[in-house]
C-alpha cells in the first residue's frame, strides 16, 4: 500500500513536470491600434517579427499572448493575428473574452473558422487558451471599489470552460491545456477555486508598481513580486503557473513610492524578468507596443516596433534582488482579493483605477457584440494593485503535447499501479 501511494504520487509530480516542461516568451497583443483602429494581419506581423528580432534579448520572443479570437469591429470574423502568426512561425496563447456576456458563442464561432480555413497550421501553433482574463479581479471588492469595469463571476468562467471543452471535443484544439489570466490575489480566494479545478494551468498577472503601501520602490520591486508569485502557487496546488502580465511603465506619474522611467523599467527587467522568469516559466511581457491612448502610464518596450528597445535587454550577470525561502517569501504580502459580499478586501490598486478613463477595459474593449473585442488588459486596464522554447528551436511540440504526455504518463502509472491488486 505505501508503495502504492509513493508510485501515484510520483506519477502526479512528474504530470506536473510535463506542464512546466515547455516556456515561452512573448508579449500581449490586443486586437486595437493606440488610436483604437482595428489591427489588421500586417499589424501584427509587425509586431512579430520585432518581437522576435529584439536586440540583446534574453532568448526568441517569439509566442504572443492574444485576448480574443475575434477581429475587432466584427461580430465573429477570425482576428487576423492567427494569418499573422502562421506566416511568422508565432505561438499563440489564445485568449477568450469572458467579462460583461453569458456565453463565449461568438469567440467559438470564430475560432473554427479560423481552423476550418487554415487547419494544422494554425493548431500547431497553439500553446494553450485562457478562458478569461481578470473576470474575477473585476467583481471582487477590490475590482468594484476600483471600478475597474465588469467582469464575470466564477461559476461563469466555469461554465464558459465547460462549453469550450464541449465545442472542441475530439479536435485539435481540445488537447491544448486550458487556463485563466487573473490578478495574482484572486488566486487565493476560496471563492474562486472552482476555476483552478476547472483549468490546466493558472495565469498571473502582477504589477510591484501599483502596489501602494507595501514600500513599491523599484528596489523592492523583486521582493513584491516575488511574493506575489508564491502566493500564487501556494494557492493554485500543483497547477502550474504562467506569467502572462508584467512589466513597469517607462512613463507616467508617480505611483506611491514607484517611479515610472527607463531606468527603472530596465531594472524590473532585469530583477524579476531575468532573475525569475525568462527560460523558467512561460512569459508575455506587458508589453511590446502600448495600446490605450488614455492610460498614462505606458510600458512599450520599444519605439515604433523598432528592434532597438529603448533600454538594453542583456540579463546581467547577478541581481539585487535577495533570495527568500518559501516561508519568508510569503509574509508581508496582502491577503487575497475577496469577491463581491465577502468580508474584506485588499487595499491593492488597480492599473484601471490609475486612469479612471480607460473604465478598466483598455483601449480593446472586450464586448460580446464584436464591436471592439479583445481587451488591453493589463497595465491599461483592470489589473491588480495593479517564446522561445527552452529546448532546440527545431522543436515544435507545443504545450498541449506536454499536457497529454502528463495526462498519458499519470493514466499509465496509475493504471499499473491498479493492476498490482
Known sequence: MRFTTTLAAGALAMGAAALDAKNYLGFNSGANLADTSAKFKKDFKAEFETAAALKNAPGKFNAVRLYTNIQAYSQDDPIEAFEAAIETDTRILLGVWASGTDNIDKEITALKKAVEKHGSKLTDL????????????????????????????????????????????????GKVPIGHADTWDVWGNSTNKAVIDAIDFVSVHEYPYYENDKGNHIDNAGSLFDRAYQATIDAVGDKPVWVTETGWPYVGPDWDEAEASVKNAKKYWDEVGCRKLFNKTPTFWYTLRDSNPENKMKFAITDNLSTTPRFDLTCPDSFETPEEDEESSTTGGAKPTKTEGSSQATTMTTASNADPTSDGDGSESGTQDGAESGTQDGAESGTQDGAEETGSSDDNDDAAASLKVSAVAIIAAIGGVLALF
Do not use: C, H, M
Request: glycine fraction near 14%; hydrophobic fraction near 40%.
Open 126 to 173: 497553439v500553446i494553450g487558451v485562457n478562458i478569461g482574463s481578470e473576470d474575477l479581479y473585476r467583481v471582487s471588492a477590490t475590482g468594484i471599489k476600483n471600478k475597474s469595469g465588469v467582469g464575470n463571476s466564477p461559476q461563469a468562467i466555469v461554465g464558459f470552460i465547460d462549453d469550450w471543452k464541449k465545442a472542441f471535443k475530439g479536435t485539435a484544439i
